[in-house]
C-alpha cells in the first residue's frame, strides 16, 4: 500500500469523504499526509505504545582528547558499551547532578566509564563520556529507531498491514479533529481495539534511568576514576 492510498483510506473512515461519490481533493490529500507524520511523531516520542519501533544500534569512533558527541537516529536510548579490542565494557549513565556537579579532576583521559545524555530534538542527543577518551574506541549505543516521516510515494511493506490499519483509524480521528467534527463510532471503536492490542505489545520501558533511583549511588568514586580509570572496586 503507498502512503497516499492510506491516506485516501482514512477519509472515507473520517466520514468526511464517501467513498462512493469523490475522492478527497489534493488540499485535503496534503493535510492528510502532515497529520499522519505528527501521528507518527507523537508515537516516536511515547514509544511504550508502538512495539513495532525498531531497535537500532549507533557505532561512532571516539577521539583522543574529545569528551561529546552528537548522536542521532534513536528516540531513546537502553545501553551503551564501548569496546577496547575484544573486550566490551558497558558504561553507567549519569544524571545531571552526578556528571557536572560531582568532584572530579577534569583533566583526566583514559577508558570511559560514565557517560551523560543531553537530548536535542526527538532522536537527537549530545553524550558525553568520562574519562575523557585516550585513544579511539568503538562506542555502540543501542536503543529503540523510531519511525521515518511517510511521503506520499512511500510504498508500505505488506508485512505491516496490521500497523497500516493502525495509521489509518489514528489518522481518521486525527482529520476529524483538525476539521473540527466528531469522530464516527465505529472509527473510534475500531481504533480503541488497535490501541489495547498495541499496549499489550509494548516494548519494554528503554527511558533512561536514574542510577540513584534504581540501585543508589553507583557511581564510581574520585579514587576509582582519577587511580583505577573506573574499573576498580
Not at 26 to 39: V, Y
Not at 52 to 63: A, K
Request: proline residues 4%; glycine residues 8%.
Amino acid at each position: 500500500m503507498l502512503v497516499s492510498q492510506l491516506i485516501i483510506q482514512a477519509y472515507y473512515k473520517s466520514g468526511i469523504v464517501s467513498p462512493d461519490a469523490e475522492s478527497p481533493q489534493t488540499r485535503q490529500i496534503s493535510d492528510g499526509l502532515n497529520l499522519l507524520n505528527e501521528c507518527i511523531r507523537f508515537d516516536n516520542i511515547g514509544g511504550e505504545t508502538t512495539p513495532f519501533l525498531e531497535t537500532g544500534v549507533l557505532s561512532i569512533t571516539t577521539i583522543p582528547g574529545q569528551e561529546s558527541y552528537i548522536i542521532s537516529g534513536l528516540t531513546s536510548v537502553e545501553t551503551v558499551t564501548l569496546l577496547d579490542g575484544n573486550i566490551r565494557y558497558e558504561l553507567m549513565d549519569a544524571t545531571t547532578r552526578e556528571y557536572f556537579g560531582s568532584g572530579r579532576a577534569l583533566n583526566i583521559m583514559g577508558l570511559p566509564s560514565q557517560y551523560f545524555l543531553e537530548r536535542h530534538a526527538l532522536d537527537s542527543y549530545t553524550i558525553y563520556l568520562y574519562s575523557i577518551p585516550a585513544q579511539a574506541y568503538q562506542l555502540n549505543i543501542k536503543g529503540a529507531a523510531g519511525l521515518s516521516e511517510a511521503n506520499l510515494s512511500d510504498e508500505i511493506d505488506d508485512n505491516l498491514d496490521f500497523y497500516c490499519d493502525y495509521y489509518t483509524y489514528k489518522l481518521a480521528d486525527a482529520i476529524c479533529t483538525f476539521n473540527k467534527l466528531d469522530t464516527p463510532p465505529q472509527t473510534i471503536k475500531k481504533l480503541n481495539e488497535y490501541q489495547q492490542i498495541l499496549t499489550g505489545m509494548s516494548l519494554p520501558d528503554l527511558k533512561i534511568k536514574s542510577s540513584e533511583l534504581l540501585c543508589g549511588n553507583t557511581m564510581p568514586s574520585y579514587a576509582q576514576l582519577n587511580i583505577g580509570r573506573g574499573w576498580t572496586r
